[in-house]
Each structure stands twice: as C-alpha cells, then as structure tokens.
C-alpha cells in the first residue's frame, strides 16, 4: 500500500496543477500562467505563480480557464484491470473516470442517485456473495453542493436496480441509502455531518448490509443497516453524481480495496518463493494435481505457493488445523501454528521448529489473517489446508470461510491518459456552433421547443443542427460537423436519411436501407438526431460553462454575480458568474465603409 503521506502529497499536487495550471493568452500573443478568474468590469484577473496580478480586459484576450474549471482527467490514465466505468441511466453529460496508482478520478455531469431510478456514473467490478467494499473519498468538486460520492452495491445495471449506497456530500452529509425493490422507491437514512476526507465500507453479509465511516480507515462507525434481497452475483463499485443535472462533478477516491472470498494465491517456479509465475485468487487450498504442473509455465516439481488471506470460524471453539503432506507452514495472525498431517497417511517434510502448539480459541465471524506456504517436494502428493473443533467437523477449510483483500491499483506500465475533450451531451446544438445542454420537449418542422436552466426556448427548426435526447457509447459522432441528416439510436447504430416530424414527438426517418420508419422520442430508442451540419458564426467569444453548454457570444458583460452573454439566436442569457469555466475571444473582424 502507497504511504498515506506521499498519497496526500499526490492529491495536493493534482489540486494545485488543476488551479494553477491554467493558462491566459492575450490576442497580442502574450501568455500568463496561473488561476484566473472573471471580475466585474469585463477584467480578467490572473495570479501568477510568484503571487504578482495581472488584470487583462476581455477584450484583449484570446484564451482563458477560470477558477471554477474542474480538476483535468489528463492528470489520469485507465483504470484497474477487471474495473469498468458506465453511466447508469439517463444522464445528461456523459461521465469518465481515470486511475493514477491508486487514486481514482470519476466525472459526471448528471443527476441523482434516488426515487425510483438512478443516474450517475459508477466504477464497478463483479462481485458474488460476502463482500466488503472499502474507499476514501478524498474531495468532491462541483458547482451543487449536494453532488455525491461514495460506495455502492448494486443487483444489477439497470436505472431502477436494486442498490445499497453509503455515500457523503460536497458540503459532509454522510448516510446510507438503498432501494429494497427494483423500481421501488429509494429511501435514505437521516444524514450524519461529517468532514472529507472520510473513509466509507459496505459490507453485504447474505441479506444484509451495513455501511461504516472511518478518519482513519481502521476505526469504524456504524452509518446504517439495510436488508435487501440480492442476487448472489452483483456489482461493487464507486458511484458519484452531481445531483443538478447541468452541473458537472468531479470526486477523487483513494484507498479502494474490496474482501472478497477465496485467498491471494502467489506462484513460484522455484522452491524458495523467490521467482514469481503469476498472482490469482484460488477459492480454497484443495488440489490434486496428481504430479501435474499447478499451472500453465510452472514446473511439474520443485514449485512452491504462497497463500494469503483471512478465514472466519463458524464456532467459537477451539481450532486444530491439518494439511496433506509437503513443506507445509501455517501462520495464523503472525504466529506459526503446528500442522499435522490431514488424515495422518502421508510422511511430512516440514522445515520448521513447531512440532506442537495448542489449539486455536477462535471466535466466531471473525476474521482471522493468515499465511500457508507449500514447496513442493515431489511425487503426486496432494495440498490441502484443513481444519476442525468440537463442532466443526474435519475437512478442508470451505471457500465460503475464505477472504482476501484486494486493492484496485491502476495496471503497470505506459496507458493513453485521458483527456478534457468536449463531448456532446444532452440538449441542442445551433447552427451557429451554440450548444446549450438541456431537455428537448419537442420538434416540429417549425421549430425546437428546449428547456436550459428552467427557462424555455423556441429555437427555428432550420437553426438546428443537433437535438440529443439521450446518451448513446457514440455519441462522439455528433462532434462531426460532416454528420448527415439522419437519427443516433440508443445503441450506437446511425440511420442516415430525410427527418420527417410529427406533432412534436414523433419522428419518420426515410432511408435507403430501410425505407420509411416512425419512431415517438418518448418511446423509441432515438438518442439524437442530425438536421444538418453546423457554420461559422462569426461571434466575438466563445464561452464555456460548467453545465457542458458552449454559447457564442457577440458581447459578455460581467457583474458581481452575473454574466450576460448576448447570443444572436436565444438573446442575452444570465448564468451566474462561477458557471463561466472557459472563454476564448476571437480577433474583431475589420469594418469597411
């Protein structure tokens, strides 16, 4: 595990190369670096590294990125092997995550984890039974103060699943939450006011799950309780929403690490475990290889295995523990313990000292590290780790009293970091190259009828060059002004042909290949539909806001709270002054007389 200190170290980096990165470039070709933002009066304000000022009119600027930018991904590469990233449900702006180590980064720009479905974007991996879930959330920005992040158990990967969430707020309102049926209502527990960084753990025993709270990771409090009926096959993961759905939220989680069954397995070609073959997870200590290789590339003798984990006693009793023959050694919490033979009918070759040691008293749930390592000595001999008390009968420890922990470590070597790439989410693209993330209402041949920021609009259908309805995995495709007229479904395919519209929410699409098709936006599996390609606009700024609207602009005018953005299609749109993520100013075009 990375040191705790070096790991806040990393954090505290990123942090300040997220602020203080930011560049402003003027349209006479000078460059400042440092954290700039928007004041009134039209001036952008920068602060140097050396702590100086500069205050720049807008209008001289070419470039800039505000204060309120959230933390870049190119920071970030892939994540963990056997981890996948997906948003749940229909988010508004589509999500990301990256990993660097152990630290993981997760974006989206969308909505809420309760009611009766769910949208956010969550980090997951396949888990089946007994399984603890544990993280740090180190931070959480965005611009709603409620956005989340935490741990979550889910039943499947639908919206509506069934779910366990033990997660925190921007502002440290920790409380368990879960829906107990699919589609059901979720409900969450009264919230506790607690303070980020904050260790969170989930843990599902069958029925039941608790979630817990940590400063440390090592002392645990009770968040809450749920029972809730899963499938024994299920998802554990991060999950992190902005709660706005036009707002973007970025959470940085460290730590992550989940108890699964079965035990950390180290292969060795060698006899003293020196050279390593390769890592897994075995489900319990029980193999006949019957004088065969354990593995594809390990040698059929004079191998050795280490393994590595934790069981849980069903009595509280007192143990004996047995293994089949070999150089087998047995530590139980950093105590080596005797190992008689399994059923007494082979001969040992134990290199150790311990010929008798007590029985164990353990306690049952439970768990209890251990170490067994095995050489192997020859012949056809099987390994089995066994043991048995009063009540427990003699046999081979079972896999479901079996536990190892697992961190979720990025994978080693070179990986593509990602990166800060725009990406159209839901809402309108306008000819004029304006994009305003939003809920389509309706679309006629006359006109688009959109909501942005609680305000509705009526845009010419001619204007229109995009109308997303939903997030589908290609919806970078809408990026491409050369996209024909045609319409985006939900899974990826692209039908090119004439857009026929209806009463507002029916749509006919007529194409080659497969003549003329209807469709109703509320029903179908539209995602998106292209009216034509986008044009120069000739505006004087292009404007970038946390909601992943870009509006361009022919004046901006700054206040105390406020920024006015005249745009010549919607008018002068108000947004509050900390929205403003991005601008670029264009050279003004010579006027002739």
Not at 22 to 29: F, H, K, Q, S
Not at 60 to 83: C, D, P, R, Y
Not at 205 to 232: C, H, I, M, P, V
């Amino acid at each position: 595990m990375i040191n705790r200190r070096w790991m806040l170290f990393i954090v505290a980096v990123l942090l300040r190369c997220s602020a203080l990165g930011a560049t402003v470039t003027t349209l006479d070709g000078k460059r400042y670096e440092g954290e700039a933002c928007l004041q009134p009066g039209n001036i952008v304000s920068v602060v140097l590294r050396d702590s100086s000022k500069r205050s720049i009119p807008l209008d001289h600027v070419k470039s800039a990125t505000f204060g309120s930018a959230q933390l870049s991904m190119a920071n970030f590469g892939h994540i963990a092997e056997g981890w996948t990233n997906i948003d749940i449900g229909d988010v508004t702006i589509a999500g990301t995550a990256g990993q660097s180590n152990t630290l993981f980064a997760v974006r989206i720009g969308s909505g809420h984890i309760d009611d009766r479905a769910d949208s956010f974007h969550y980090v997951y991996t396949p888990a089946r039974g007994d399984v603890d879930l544990v993280a740090r959330i180190v931070s959480i920005s965005g611009a709603d103060h409620l956005a989340r992040a935490g741990v979550m158990f889910r039943d499947s990967l639908r919206p509506e699943s069934k779910f366990a969430f033990a997660g925190i707020t921007a502002t440290g309102e920790a409380a368990l939450q879960h829906r107990s049926d699919t589609g059901g209502r979720a409900i969450r527990a009264a919230p506790v006011a607690l303070n980020l960084p904050l260790w969170l753990k989930l843990t599902r025993r069958e029925k039941n799950f608790a979630a817990y709270t940590s400063d440390d990771g090592k002392d645990w409090r009770q968040l809450g309780l749920a029972s809730l009926a899963f499938k024994d096959n299920c998802f554990v993961g991060l999950a992190v929403s902005s709660h706005s759905a036009l707002s973007f939220c970025t959470a940085l989680i460290d730590g992550v690490s989940r108890t699964i069954t079965g035990v950390h397995a180290e292969y060795f070609a060698d006899f003293n475990f020196t050279k390593v073959l390769t890592n897994r997870i075995d489900p319990m200590i029980n193999f006949a290889w019957d004088g065969m290789s354990p593995l594809e590339g390990a040698p059929a003798t004079k191998y050795s295995i280490r393994w590595t984990g934790e069981f849980e006693p069903k009595f509280s009793e007192n143990y004996t523990f047995y293994a089949h023959p070999g150089d087998a050694r047995l530590w139980v919490k950093d105590q080596e313990v005797a190992l008689p033979p399994f059923h007494g009918n082979y001969p040992t070759f134990r290199q150790t000292e311990v010929t008798n040691s007590p029985p164990l008293l353990l306690k049952a749930g439970n768990r209890y590290p251990f170490r067994f390592e095995f050489r192997h000595i020859g012949g056809r001999l099987p390994v089995m780790l066994g043991w048995s008390s009063q009540s427990q009968r003699h046999e081979p420890i079972p896999a479901r009293r079996l536990f190892c922990v697992v961190d979720a470590r990025a994978q080693p070597g070179p990986r593509a970091a990602l990166t800060n790439q725009w990406t159209m989410g839901r809402g309108i693209l306008l000819r004029n190259g304006t994009f305003l993330a939003g809920a389509v209402r309706s679309i006629t041949a006359d006109g688009v009828k959109f909501l942005y920021r609680e305000k509705e609009y009526i845009v010419a259908s001619h204007q229109v060059a995009r109308a997303v309805f939903r997030i589908s995995p290609r919806n970078a495709m809408l990026n491409n002004p050369e996209l024909p007229a045609g319409a985006l479904l939900g899974n990826g395919d692209f039908i090119e042909g004439r857009l026929q519209f209806g009463r507002g929410r029916d749509v006919k699409v007529s194409s080659v290949l497969f003549g003329l098709k209807s469709y109703n936006l509320d029903n179908s599996d539209i995602a998106a539909l292209s009216l034509g390609g986008p044009s120069a606009s000739g505006a004087r700024y292009e404007v970038r806001l946390a909601d992943n609207s870009i509006l361009m602009a022919n004046f901006v005018s700054v206040a105390q709270d406020q920024v006015s953005i005249a745009e010549s299609l919607l008018g002068t749109l108000q947004v509050p002054r900390d929205a403003v993520t991005e601008l670029r100013g264009f050279q003004p075009r010579a006027t002739t007389r």
